[in-house]
């Protein structure tokens, strides 16, 4: 393989990342927004002693590139990263991987996931990152929508 071709390659390479910059080239957002979509994750914890906390976040992304967010509580901390791969029956295959660090009955925690869930367009998905126990009880929930992207989208 040539040097010009590998030199080429990341050029190329880093261009397509920079399209979700700030410095967005607009001709080559506008080739790849038909396949982009919106990640939307609503989390909920519900830790013990501290009550219940939620939030949202919704990002952009094309299948293939990984969506990236952090929940932190006073005693449980998620880095959780949400890649969607498009499948040929429309649906998206989504790897789901994260890191937590939390307290349990005062001992230091670390676990961490992997997980493939199969999502349809538009419909929700939950996912326990720490699982659901026999009672129904969980510390951690995370309501995933994956839709395409539209015109109203910036």
Same mark, same amino acid.
């Given at each position: ?11 190329? $390479? *880093?261009?397509?990342? %920079? ?26 914890? %519900? ?9 949202? #976040?919704?990002?952009?992304? &094309? ?7 952090? &929940? ?5 901390? $998620? ?14 295959? &989504? ?10 009955? %005062? ?9 493939? *869930?199969? #999502?349809?367009? %538009? ?8 699982? #659901? ?11 995933? #929508? &994956?839709?395409? *992207? ?5």
């Amino acid at each position: 393989m040539s040097r010009h071709f590998l030199i080429n390659t990341c050029l190329l $390479l *880093l261009t397509v990342m %920079n399209a979700f910059g700030q410095d967005v080239d607009k001709d080559l957002w506008d080739e790849l927004k038909s396949k982009a979509v919106v990640l939307k994750v609503e989390a909920e914890m %519900n830790i013990p002693e501290q009550g219940l906390w939620s939030g949202e #976040i919704s990002k952009i992304t &094309l299948p293939g590139r990984a969506v990236l967010f952090t &929940l932190e509580g006073k005693t449980l901390k $998620l880095k959780t990263s949400l890649t969607p791969y498009l499948q040929e029956d429309g649906s998206y295959l &989504l790897i789901a991987q994260g890191q937590m660090w939390y307290k349990e009955d %005062n001992t230091a925690q670390y676990k961490t996931v992997f997980k493939s *869930l199969k #999502i349809h367009p %538009n419909e929700a998905l939950f996912y326990y990152p720490l699982g #659901i126990s026999a009672t129904g009880d969980y510390i951690i929930e995370l309501e995933i #929508i &994956l839709r395409k *992207l539209d015109e109203k989208d910036p």
